[in-house]
């Protein structure tokens, strides 16, 4: 199949430049930003990503220079636009500016790719160096008021090379020029759903001939399209869904999967009832950090069991995984980042399996939308395909635990200060004894959440509010809206752990919200709505609170908070209400950073 190759420096944005591309037919992979040009002369057209370092800084990534001799088009990205403008003879240099967000190019240039475009384009822009000299050969295509060479090319040798991303949707025109440079390699567009699906049936039986397979079924997209490719591929007798029930999932969970995938025909789908051994593995656990690795370690020892019963011996059985084509790739971010969360479906023991050939991952070429057409093609129901992620600790971090009253130091000080500003808003604020993770440089730490009270019902202006108190109080990583209450006279927080009791009330309320955004036709404008249980009494002698924490994502990386409309709200907030023991529920207004999607 003909390939397009996207050469990563670390940009953030690389997995979208390979997708859309894909969406455009073509497939596209890739690879690190290093690869020798020898290894790039089978590809049609190599795109460079953006990426977080400066040319001319000594250690950072470069590309092989002999690529821009290949004779294959490239086009050069933000920071794979510097880097072709550097290595091509021309210069860069710090702008007078930052340029981050919304800026306007006037195209002096409007043909090759960038034919079709306006003469003025609104565009997004990320960066702080910029080309300064062009290179001999290449031409001046497009200016910003603050970037002079913002796009150029030089036609002869088929290189091309823009200081905006064209892979955002925030710049409008950049799928067209996605689109004329796809059209420029010539690459035929062979990559298409369905004869993927027919290949990798092929693949599958090949792979596992005689053997039985056994894959773990988590309740998300990804496993639960892979049991259903795999089982169609094979037979569903051929296939042990095993579903680990850890007591932390959403309210009637296992049995939806176990419908929707009988509805087409799986029903090799085995449950192990493993909430009794978490809760008592959790009994009196507070701290996050070891929450997380507690629920991880006990999912493994839980794993190597249900193994040991199914005799599982790798003469007879084989493992699936639905891990997905970005799971599969370390991109420069993650590659060079202090903290790199380690993937479950990558960690060494599984590895080693993948190494000796005992491991099968269907969908591991796959982006998420990709997944979800396979999906669909394959009969998976609406519901099922278009669920929000989940995190495989489940509810248990989204219920906060505690054993003290958790304020920080001189508090009462602080509290006074951020209410001279709230008040010329007419609104209060409150530091809240417990705290919640964030993500404030590159690092995560827990802090304290404010709660905003009053009648504000500007988003707008709620926002500002937010990002002007994360940033101006380092006590605090989190900004909440109170919804049920205009005042709090008193506050409290009491000890509490993961119990049965209070899962199955956060269970009840994710449910009313689930159920919720279905029905106001707005599940699908959300990307994640974790909803919070956290240990406070609000005006009251004992209780719980609730946040909810609707965001709007690409990935993950950054999320802005999703700004419900207030008559959906109060609909909302008069539902969670009728639940017993709720004494405060409050809107999260916290965009990430500063704000993680989680809280724990
Ligand atoms: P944060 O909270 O870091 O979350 O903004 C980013 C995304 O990752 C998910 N998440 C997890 N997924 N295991 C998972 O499988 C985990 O331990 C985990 N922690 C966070 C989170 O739901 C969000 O989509």
């Known amino acids: 199949m003909d390939k397009i190759a996207v050469l990563d420096f670390g940009g953030q944005y690389a997995h979208l430049i390979a997708n859309r591309i894909r969406r455009l037919g073509v497939y596209s992979e890739i690879l690190d930003g290093t690869t020798k040009s020898y290894m790039l002369e089978k590809y049609k057209g190599i795109v460079f990503s953006g990426g977080p370092a400066s040319v001319k800084a000594a250690d950072s990534v470069k590309c092989d220079p002999k690529v821009f001799d290949l004779g294959i088009p490239v086009l050069g990205i933000c920071y794979g636009h510097q880097l072709m403008g550097y290595l091509c003879g021309g210069d860069v240099a710090k702008g007078s500016v930052r340029e981050y967000g919304p800026a306007v190019i006037k195209f002096s240039k409007r043909d090759s790719i960038f034919k079709g475009i306006k003469e003025e384009e609104p565009v997004w822009m990320s960066h702080f160096d910029q080309v300064v000299k062009l290179p001999a050969g290449f031409e001046l295509v497009g200016s910003s008021s603050d970037c002079e060479i913002a796009a150029m090319m030089n036609l002869d040798k088929k290189l091309f090379g823009v200081q905006f991303h064209p892979e955002v949707t925030h710049t409008p025109c950049g799928m067209t020029i996605l689109e004329n440079f796809v059209a420029l390699t010539s690459a035929k567009r062979e990559w298409n759903i369905d004869s993927y699906i027919e290949d990798i049936t092929q693949d599958i039986k090949k792979k596992v001939g005689k053997k039985k397979v056994f894959l773990l079924v988590s309740g998300g997209v990804d496993s639960t399209v892979a049991f259903l490719l795999i089982s169609k591929a094979l037979g569903t007798e051929n296939v ?6 850890t007591g932390f999932m959403r309210m009637n969970e296992r049995k939806e999967v176990e419908e929707s995938l009988k509805k087409v025909g799986v029903t090799n789908l085995h449950v192990y009832d493993a909430s009794e051994e978490y809760f008592d593995t959790l009994r009196g656990i507070v701290n996050p950090e070891t929450k ?9 020892d839980i794993q190597e069991k249900v193994s040991d019963d199914l005799k599982l011996n790798y ?39 993948i190494k000796g050939g005992k491991v099968i991952e269907p969908l591991s070429q796959l982006y998420k939308d990709e997944v979800r057409l396979v999906g669909e093609r394959l009969g998976l129901e609406h519901k099922m395909i278009w669920r929000h992620p989940f995190p495989g600790p489940g509810l248990a971090v989204r219920c906060l635990c505690s054993d003290n009253k958790d304020y920080p130091e001189n508090y009462k000080e602080t509290e006074n200060r951020i209410n001279e500003v709230t008040s010329k808003l007419n609104l209060s604020a409150r530091i809240l004894p417990i705290k919640s993770v964030g993500v404030q440089g590159d690092e995560r730490t827990y802090k304290h959440p404010l709660a905003i009270l009053g009648s504000e019902e500007d988003w707008n202006s709620l926002s500002k509010l937010g990002t002007q108190m994360t940033n101006q109080f380092p006590d ?50 959300i990307w994640q709505f974790p909803t919070v249980l956290v240990p406070l ?46 004494t405060g529920i409050f809107y999260d207004i916290t965009n990430k950073p500063p704000g993680t999607i989680e809280w724990e």
């Not at 042990?240 to 029930?245: A, E, N, P, Q, T």
Request: hydrophobic residues 40%; contains cysteine; negative net charge.
């Open 240 to 245: 042990y869904g095993l579903f680990v029930d």
């Open 292 to 300: 997380r690795k507690l629920i991880g370690d006990l999912f493994l």
């Open 315 to 353: 003469e007879d059985w084989i493992i699936a995984q639905g891990t997905i084509y970005p799971d599969t790739i370390e991109t420069g971010g993650t590659k060079y980042a202090d903290k790199i969360k380690t993937h479950h479906n990558r960690v060494p023991r599984i590895q080693e399996l």
């Open 476 to 525: 605090v990583n989190r900004v909440i809206y109170a919804l049920n209450v205009t005042h709090i006279d008193s506050l409290a927080t009491h000890d509490c752990d993961l119990s049965k009791d209070r899962i199955s009330l956060l269970q009840q309320a994710d449910r009313i919200v689930m159920d919720f955004i279905r029905e106001a036709k707005i599940d699908r404008d």
């Open 537 to 582: 009494s609000v005006n009251s002698q004992h209780g719980e609170s609730l946040v909810l924490r609707p965001v709007c994502s690409e990935e993950a990386m950054t999320a802005n908070f999703y700004q419900m409309s207030f008559e959906n709200l109060n609909e909302l907030a008069k539902r969670l209400s009728t639940l017993k023991g709720i």
